[in-house]
């Protein structure tokens, strides 16, 4: 028996569409709920071509197989400081925010602490001399502590 053109096109379409079928069902799981079947904690990536590929995640991010993100802290603390502009200060565009801020904070005096300095008693003074020897005071107890220079 011979087929029509218009036969054999559906016969060919139909044999072609089973050829389809199977691949998809390979990866796709037909039991009703339309998952595709992937490697544990991978994520569907549309290719440059449209079709959607699994792969898995790479760089500075994990994936859990439960889908949960996430960036360790060596991540964040270790990336350079692109496009920093150092101010007075050693602190270099090449370094990580760690070693920046680790820099600054040696670079800050200890004069920023306000209880290194001796207690100085509210001022009594009766007259002008009076207060100058209480204000006199003040400044020598700030230079002690090193929080007023010589």
């Known amino acids: 028996m ?3 053109i218009t036969q054999r096109y559906y016969l060919t379409t139909a044999i072609s569409n089973k050829k389809i079928a199977d691949e998809i069902a390979d990866q796709i799981d037909l039991a009703g709920n339309g998952n595709i079947a992937m490697t544990s904690a991978q994520i569907l990536v549309g290719g440059a071509d449209g079709v959607g ?3 898995a995640v790479t760089g500075d991010v994990a994936i859990s197989a439960a889908g949960l993100t996430s960036v360790s802290a060596a991540t964040v603390t270790g990336k350079l400081l692109t496009g920093f ?3 007075a200060g050693t ?3 090449t370094d990580s925010i760690l070693a920046g801020f680790n820099k600054l904070a040696g670079e800050m005096p200890l004069k920023l602490t306000a209880d290194i300095c001796a207690a100085q008693a509210n001022s ?3 007259d002008v001399p009076a207060m100058v020897v209480d204000f006199n005071g003040l400044l020598a107890k700030l230079r002690t502590a090193g929080i007023l220079d010589t």
């Open 91 to 93: 602190v270099a565009a």
């Open 124 to 126: 009594v003074a009766a």
């Open 85 to 87: 502009v150092a101010g």
């Open 53 to 55: 590929v699994a792969v």
């Open 2 to 4: 011979a087929l029509s």
